[in-house]
């Protein structure tokens, strides 16, 4: 072993040995846990093990929509590059339950400071060592890795390990939980003078758009795959199977009955009927119109884009699913399965390779589940009232001012991370790697070892 | 003897199994391939845009046959494996020198 290699491996433990210590530091210096073991919780209100077996219960059905994303990037994308999408979506989700720990939620929930950040509950230690922000926490990480795994599907298949490694880091810390703050920390854009303030019931918005547009960034800061546009015209790059991606699509749709009815945060809460129902006939409504779409254009319902409409009916009812009644979710739902459909067509067309569609199942399908509360909000649930319930336009403005600051902060931010990144280490793999696929490339190992090489 | 190596839809094996073996030719050789002739190719779609797949998945038929029975399999497998559209495939016939059996070492026509 060489002197520089040597002093390689002591950089790199010692890099290891400092957060080791930071952790150990912080950990043995909680002055006061508020409730580390939930009596004094219990003893003020017996009726609480409900609600946090309820919110722990849809927590992990949001953990299994991890898996879902998994499966459809996997079976919407080749197959030499199906480990590295399974590496990106297990090491997202463990990235950004470290650093959402270590910075996020305190930015996201902690005590607001000028509408802008949240300042109180680093490292979950101190004041944060309690039942009830642990509950809250669990869930919340949920929700923050969900954003982050949005983004490997629009970036899929030619990103290298290292930049999006570094990118599912900075997205738990920065991007999501201070924008998150903006809406669900109290902070200003939940303030706004406008209608009931900036509305996001579930996360159409701090979740799908956010993670939509960044991979919007991530994948115009990429280009094109090879092989994607000739001669200037689009070109489909066939997944390798429509069988993992549908079993994505389930797992997504089963998901999401823990992601929107839980985020009533209370089992005490009966809404939670309502936000299920809603749940689920915005999604059975956008895959049929999405369904029904490619059948009228193709000749054949087609059914990668059925998938896709299936998810982008229940981002776009992530907002609204607590404020509206059942046709309205129909509607909405509708509204999105042809919204995704002409949006995928949409960035094809300008250049923008999205391998799942990613950008237009969760950017575009969220920005329609903002404005939609501004329009079908019924006022029976936390006073919010839309347009068509004779709310006026205040609530619409409220949340159209949400939607283009989460488009512009998401982008922005975004961006400018891709493009540092790019600087820094270099974003794409080389055209060589590209062809071989980044499971051989990457990580020197094929998630099919068995199969013969297919060229796609 | 002669060789029929006939490419065929994959999803006619099973009649052109069944008419091969009702001609007493029960033993055959069978591969995957891909390719294309005329037809050049199928247009597909995915996601909603179509995309063309040049190199078809095909079946190669291999069987040895008597001199006398290459009218009568032919016949047999074009009209098994006939559906009048392209991509049908082809069938080659090739002379064959000679054969044996491994498990008796019988020659000839004794060993197919």
Sequence with gaps: MSVNRALSWVKRGGFFLFFTLLFVFLGSTIASAADPTGETALLGDPGLPVDYVWVLMCSFLVFLMQAGFAMLEGGFCRAKNTANLMLKNLMDFAMTSLSFMVIGFALMFGADKAGVIGTTGWFLAGEAYDVGTYLFFVFQVMFAATAATIVSGAVAERIKWKAYFVYSIVIGAIIYPVYGHWVWGGGWLSTLPFGAGHIDFAGSGVVHTIGGVVGLAGAMVLGPRIGKYVNGKPRAIPGHSLTLAALGCFLLWFGWFGFNPGSTLSAHDLRISVIAVNTNLAAAAAAFAAMLFTWVRRKKPDVGMSINGAIAGLVAITAPCAFVEAWAAVIIGLVAGLLVVMSVYFFDKIGVDDPVGAVSVHGTCGVWGLLSVGLFADGTYGSVIGLFYGGGWGQLAAQAIGAAVCIAWAFILGYALFKIVDKVMGIRVSPQEELVGLDISEHGTKAYPELPYVEA | ?112
């Excluded at chain 2, 046959?65 to 495939?89: F, H, N, P, Q, Y």
């Design chain 2, 1 to 112: 003897m002669k060789k029929i190596e006939a490419i065929i839809r994959p999803e006619y094996l099973g009649i052109v199994r069944k008419a091969l073996e009702e001609l007493g030719y029960p033993g055959m050789t069978i591969s995957e391939v891909k390719g294309h002739g005329k037809q050049k190719g199928l247009t597909q779609q995915w996601r909603g845009r179509e995309y063309k797949v040049d190199l078809l998945p095909k079946l190669k038929v291999e069987i040895v046959i008597l001199d006398e029975d290459v009218a009568k399999t032919l016949d047999a497998i074009i009209r098994s494996a006939r559906t009048g559209e392209r991509g049908d495939g082809k069938i080659f016939i090739l002379p064959v020198e000679g054969a044996v059996r491994v498990r008796t070492g019988d020659e000839g026509e004794n060993a197919i």
